[in-house]
């Protein structure tokens, strides 16, 4: 046994990923690069993960996320929060842009806006989320420079369903990751990020299985 091994740990252990003879109908929601939105349509792809990933929304319009839905073509639409006086105003419009699409859930990538009821009632408990901590630490937009500065020697990447409080909500599937002594934020990042692109289709899989299985409204 080598007991300094830095090895990460994904829980729950899943030895077969849910299948759906009808794939679950996605929506994806981000802000910036897209790599889980990326990995999202590649599981879905690869015959992995079940899944038809309708559409991305972004609010951004200089955002890396575009590109790769172009990349891959999915139907991309913009809708820069810039543009709205208040929050709920923006979901009013989100929400006619995804209702047409007939989602079963939407998946939060990267998606850097707080979100509140009026989206979230659209969608009770379809509403996915990854956080780069493992939740419940470090809520937030700095979850990395928190656990770094807090000298938390174990951290991680968290799939959840999302509620009203920001990073709540049941968690579905998390990642462990060790903090090295020499890891920057950007360092740790890059390996957060390896680790969230094999949570998100797995943590999206067992919110799909919960959805179908009972049928939640
Ligand atoms: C991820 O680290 C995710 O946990 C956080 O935002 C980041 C998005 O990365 N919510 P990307 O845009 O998917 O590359």
Redesign the pocket.
Known sequence: MNYTENKCLISPHIDRIPRFSQPLKLGVL????????KALVEASRNSYLDADISLLVVNNPEC??IRRAEELNIPCTCLDHRNFSSRELYEIELLKILKPFALEGLV?????RIVTSTLIEEYPNRII????SLLPSFKGAHSINQAIRAGVKITG?TVHLVQADIDSGPILIQASIPILETDTKKSL?AR??VE?HKILPLGVAIAGKYWRELRVE
């Open positions: 981000a802000s910036g690069k897209g790599s889980n939105f890396e996320a939060m990538a990267g998606w850097m989320n990854i956080h780069p990447c990042l957060i990020q969230e």
